[in-house]
């Protein structure tokens, strides 16, 4: 800090005293002058020549931001990234974007604009270290004395100031001596912003490294051990071990079928397809095919499995001679009951729905080695009805 | 009364009893920061803090067990929770009400209570934020109440007046955080030029952020001050309007009513002056700042009590001529369930309490009788929690099929939690009352007689 004198301060006792040193001082002072009061004075900024306050701009502007922000925000949201309907309200129900807006609107008005921007932008605050706190006069201004300031720059300056304060009533003075640079160097005003980049990293990786811990915590997890069944798990509670009840013996599911039949050459015998082949049963087909059986038997049906190879069995080609000879009821029984390898479908899959799926493997046999007569056939019918449905032929 | 007693009583008063000094305020107002504190306010904090930790046990328990340990249940399913926070947020209006509308309207006797006002809004919306919070059940994810990009790829829904609420009293809180603050910078200054103590002028220091009243600072400072009291007005009124949403844009009879903003506004500031006068009567007098405070004060704040007392008055009467104009039955049931139903006895404790024993404040003796105004504005407290209990319970509690009925009973853990709450407002006025000035002095002086320039006397 330097040592040459900065500022003549005047110690008036109140403000009236204080207005008459100003009116004194301001001809020879004009813009060198500064008071130190206690509280606010009304009426001292035009003794002073202060210009008005022009915060209510800034206040101003970061009210508008608020509310743009927010409306815009809002609107983005509900028309464009998410949009759900709540209560049969239009997706921008602006009506009910409007308490938020308000909020947000004063938020950043009263934070931004009117504390931050009053005490740090305007007003240069903090600023721990300007002369003036450190002087002998600050606790008395702070109490109950007001102080006129002129700014001097040399001893002489200051000694005349004195003698000027002091005409004009004040029975106090002192020479404050120091600067009120803050300090210097190109990286000043970028330091609140590192500061603040910092803190914000820091807090990033606390939270990143807490939220790795939190849901092990014993009060976080405790929700994930409950004492309830979960399918396929152990559980200590059943003497088997087992979570999933066994049936009880004899059960009989509502929808059991009756099956007459043991072996699907037995059930090629017995049975008859009771669906006709049209666009819809096939189309039903196909989808019971594609969601059951796709993945073992391939697209095509000719055994190309999409399963990793940690499935061993090895799925059937269904276009090998037997199976296309093969009867509709010998295939239905092996989708409904399986065979070695293959489990049963009869559980998951209605009857109908199989003898559907039956039709489609039909199809899938046929297509893959279509005669001339079936190609040209396709053809024309793709070229009569463009959209095809699926499972059409 | 006489002409001369009307007189009187029209005349603008004293802000402070006798002849103050500049100085004086100080000495008065920082005396208790800079003394021992005595033994009445260690067995005070001592009460308040143990109360205060018997709550957070309470809801560490609730964490642990979920709020099943509360009696909110089908089909009551806000209870007490809401209730207080209903409660507690209506008190910290009075804070809000008393630096912002009153500064708006110049009406200058709000200097010497306004901090203390501020920081009990502060207190009791952290009072009140507690519950919303524990409420959801895992607070930890209370952070989902605001709207931030995640891995859900969701949005909260701004349509929901909950989400509201959220942005009301998190604005509403920081605002008035800042705004007391902002009111502190000041006072702070003079704090680290009176401490003698090295953490303490460090610490002050610190906080007033080398404040120095320069004219050029004084004048942006007002502008601000004037801008944020602004803005708190509508904030304040928008922020009790908001937490009515979360009842009037249901359907449920008796929450359905669009008298609810007005009527809550009008009930928060009720609530917070009768909790205001509480605490004022016990500080004033321990802490020997019956000159600044005065009775005068007091007076007028009863006047304010006694004027939104007949508002909420006027607004029971006015819910249940509407039931019966408006003619819906499930409405005009609830209503006379209300007032004849199981929670009758809820209903009319608040009736009484509100509506009835404030108006004995017409008579000007017991508007300024400490200990009238006390017993009243307990029973205040008492009438505006019954309130949002009797709005939450009576409505929930019969369900639109007979066999949905039930009845809400309070469990311990309740209780527990509510008085926890308690400790917590007090423990923090307690603390709040030794560590930083509790009138805003540098408003205070510049209304006293003399402080302005061209008001001639007080000359030394």
């Known amino acids: ?393 | 009364m006489s002409h001369e007693a009307v007189l009187a009583e029209i005349r603008p008063k004293p802000l402070v009893v006798g002849e103050v000094s500049l100085g004086a305020v100080d000495d008065a107002v920082y005396a208790p920061m800079e003394s021992k504190p005595p033994m009445v306010w260690w067995v005070a904090l001592a009460f308040t803090s143990a109360l205060m930790l018997l709550g957070f046990a309470l809801i560490g328990y609730t964490f642990y067990e979920g709020i099943g340990v509360w009696g909110n249940n089908d089909p009551v399913f806000w209870g007490w929770d809401i209730t207080n926070f209903v409660f507690w947020v209506g008190i910290g209006h009075a804070g809000t009400l008393i630096s912002a509308v009153l500064f708006l309207f110049r009406q200058r006797w709000r200097n010497a209570i306004a901090r203390l006002a501020e920081a009990m809004t502060i207190f009791a919306v952290m009072c009140a934020a507690i519950y919303p919070a524990i409420h959801v059940g895992r607070p930890w994810f209370a952070f989902w109440l605001f709207p931030y990009p995640n891995q859900r790829g969701m949005w909260i829904n701004f349509n929901s007046p909950l989400a509201w609420d959220v942005f009301a009293v998190s604005t509403y809180f920081t605002v008035s955080l800042f705004f007391w603050y902002v009111g502190l910078i000041p006072d702070l200054a003079s704090a680290r030029d009176r401490a003698t103590g090295k953490v303490q002028k460090a610490v002050f220091g610190a906080l007033s952020l080398g404040w120095r009243g320069a004219a050029r600072h004084w004048t942006h400072y007002e502008k601000a001050y004037m801008i944020l009291a602004g803005l708190a007005t509508p904030l304040v009124l928008s922020v009790h309007s908001i937490v009515s949403f979360d009842f009037a844009t249901s359907v449920i009879p008796g929450w359905h009513t669009t008298i609810f903003p007005p009527y809550f506004v009008a009930g928060a500031v009720f609530s917070g002056f009768a909790m205001v006068v509480t605490v004022l009567v016990f500080v004033r007098k321990i802490m020997r700042l019956d000159h600044l405070i005065t009775l005068d004060h007091m007076e007028v704040m009863n006047k304010v009590i006694l004027t939104t007392g007949s508002i909420v008055g006027y607004a029971y009467g006015m819910e249940f001529f509407i039931a019966w104009y408006g003619g819906v039955p499930a409405e005009h049931y609830v209503f006379m369930n209300r007032a004849t139903g199981p929670y009758a006895w809820a209903y009319w404790t608040m009736v009484s309490c509100n509506v009835i024993f404030p108006q004995l404040f017409w008579f000007r003796k017991i508007r300024r009788s400490i200990v009238a105004m006390f017993i009243i504005s307990i029973f205040v407290n008492i009438g505006m929690w019954f309130e949002r209990f009797v709005i939450i319970a009576t409505s929930l509690h019969r369900d639109y099929l007979p066999s949905a009925w039930g009845y809400f009973r309070p469990t311990l853990v309740d209780m527990g939690i509510f008085a926890g709450t308690f400790g917590l407002f007090f423990t923090m006025i307690l603390l709040f009352s030794r560590t930083l000035p509790v009138i805003a002095t540098a408003e205070l002086k510049a209304v006293l007689p003399g402080a302005q320039p061209g008001h001639g006397g007080h000359h030394e």
């Open chain 1, 1 to 393: 800090m330097s040592d040459r004198p900065f500022l003549v301060l005047g110690l008036f006792q109140d403000a009236d005293k204080l207005v008459h040193g100003i009116r004194a001082l301001k001809s020879t002072y004009g813009d060198k002058l500064e008071a130190y009061t206690p509280y606010p004075i009304h009426g001292i900024e035009k003794e002073l020549g202060i210009p008005k306050s022009h915060v209510g701009k800034i206040v101003l502007a970061l009210g508008l931001s608020g509310l743009t922000l927010a409306l815009g925000f809002q609107s983005w949201v509900f028309t464009t990234d998410y949009q759900i309907q709540f209560g049969g309200k239009p997706y921008f129900s602006w009506a009910s974007f409007v308490p938020i807006v308000f909020e947000v609107t004063v938020l950043l008005a009263c934070i931004v604009g009117a504390v931050f921007g009053m005490l740090v932008l305007v007003n240069k605050l903090p600023h721990y270290s300007h002369p003036i706190l450190s002087s002998r006069s600050m606790p008395k201004i702070t109490r109950d004395r007001f102080a006129l300031a002129v700014s001097v720059d040399t001893a002489e300056d200051a000694a005349r100031a004195e003698a000027a304060l002091r005409q004009a009533g004040a029975p106090e003075t002192e020479v404050v001596h120091g600067t009120d640079e803050i300090g210097s160097g190109p990286l000043l005003p970028l330091k609140p912003v590192l500061a603040t980049v910092i803190i914000c990293v820091l807090a990033g990786l606390g939270t990143w490294h807490l939220q790795r811990l939190w849901n092990k915590l014993p009060l976080i997890s405790i929700m994930d051990e409950q004492t309830k069944v979960l399918p396929f798990r152990a559980n200590a509670f059943y003497p088997d071990g087992q979570s999933m009840r066994p049936l009880v013996p004899g059960t009989v599911s509502r929808s059991a079928e009756y099956a007459a039949w043991t072996t699907p050459e037995e059930a090629g015998q017995m049975l008859v397809n009771p669906l006709s082949a049209d666009s819809l049963t096939l189309a039903k087909g196909r989808r019971g095919y594609e969601t059951h059986c796709l993945v073992c038997h391939g697209q095509l049906g000719d055994g190309t499995k999409l399963l990793s190879d940690k499935y061993t069995g090895a799925p059937a080609n269904l276009h090998q001679a037997r199976l296309k000879e093969a009867p509709d009821g010998h295939l239905f029984a092996v989708v409904t009951a399986g065979k070695n390898t293959m489990a049963g479908y009869g559980k998951d899959i209605p009857a109908a729905d199989r003898w559907a799926i039956v039709h489609y493997v039909r199809v899938l046999q046929r297509a893959l080695d279509a005669s001339d007569a079936d190609v040209q056939a396709a053809q024309a019918v793709a070229a009569a009805a463009p959209v095809a449905q699926g499972g059409s032929h």
